[in-house]
């Protein structure tokens, strides 16, 4: 009884994190700061709250030249996810981005294809086919958000690269430890550009408090919090629950910008028609996945 108490308990958390990265998209519209800046408080605040966790546990930070490396390639890729996500909600909006995002689950397959050649099988391609045809009403119903789809849509794959780099890294490192390197490497890699472009003045330091709170809220809770939280739930909840869960973020991200920005978020009912597509082909083919897993492993 204790046993599934603690089940309950730890799958209830994830709902819990599910929900905060939900929330995340809603803080990048609430922030007024432009994406970039924005991503570099975000990544340089969760990396030292990151960095204070690893002291507290007592984890070492040693790695090889190799694999710091392959490391700040994450770290490179995760930027540059971040930055065209929340330039697509500032030139469009969270329902807009958020729908698209879900097509990151066609990128994933498309690039273990190409890169570990492994093969696609029928569901995967008929779901991928759904997913495009979901996208295409979108983009058809929403015409003028044309560029946020588009941004959108790279950050999509720039998501699905991170991930698949991750895969192997998190085999043979804490968890903790890639995420602290991958952010500082954001962090060096934001700041030249920010040094290029000659935005490092006072006045990009200067924030509002308005700012401030949401920032320090997008940057500990909703990224250096959710992080460590969802690799400790992982000690009692399935990678595999986990990925199905995590297809329930869009929903609640969708959900909650129309509760806060009513009708700036209201779309078409050809958009909902079509992200509702792009939802379920991600489902379906999680659910897929699980299954075959259980008839593998039975």
């Not at 040693?62 to 996810?81: N, P, Q, T």
């Not at 969802?230 to 297809?247: D, I």
Request: aromatic share 14%.
């Amino acid at each position: 009884m204790l046993r599934l108490s603690n089940k309950l308990k730890n799958y209830l958390h994830l709902h819990f994190i599910i929900f905060i990265w939900g929330f995340t998209a809603v803080l990048g519209a609430l922030i007024r700061i432009d994406a970039l800046p924005l991503v570099w408080f975000r990544v340089s605040i969760a990396t030292v709250f990151i960095l204070g966790y690893l002291l507290l546990r007592n984890i070492s930070l040693k790695v090889s030249l190799k694999e710091l490396l392959r490391f700040g390639l994450g770290g490179i890729l995760i930027a540059l996810h971040w930055i065209a996500f929340f330039y697509a909600i500032k030139i469009s909006n969270v329902s807009i981005t958020l729908a698209t995002m879900s097509t990151g689950a066609l990128f994933a397959t498309l690039l273990q294809f190409v890169i570990y050649k492994e093969k696609i099988v029928f569901y995967e391609l008929l779901l991928s086919v759904l997913a495009i045809v979901g996208l295409l009403i979108i983009f058809n119903a929403e015409g003028s958000y044309a560029l946020g789809i588009g941004i959108a849509l790279i950050a999509a794959f720039l998501s699905a690269a991170f991930a698949i780099l991750n895969v192997d890294l998190v085999k043979y490192h804490d968890a903790s430890v890639i995420s602290f390197y991958e952010l500082l490497v954001s962090v060096l890699f934001i700041s030249i550009i920010l040094v290029y472009k000659g935005l490092f003045t006072i006045a990009f330091f200067t924030l509002t408090t308005h700012d401030w709170v949401y920032m320090l809220i997008l940057a500990t809770i909703c990224t250096a919090y959710a992080f460590v939280a969802s690799t400790k739930v992982l000690e009692s909840v399935s990678a595999y629950t986990m990925m199905l869960t995590t297809n329930l973020e869009p929903i609640y991200g969708i959900v909650l910008a129309v509760l806060i920005f009513k009708e700036q978020e209201m779309m078409s009912t050809h958009f909902y028609w079509g992200a509702l597509l792009i939802l379920l082909t991600v489902i379906l083919n999680g659910l897929l996945k699980y299954k075959s897993n259980v008839f593998k492993t039975s």
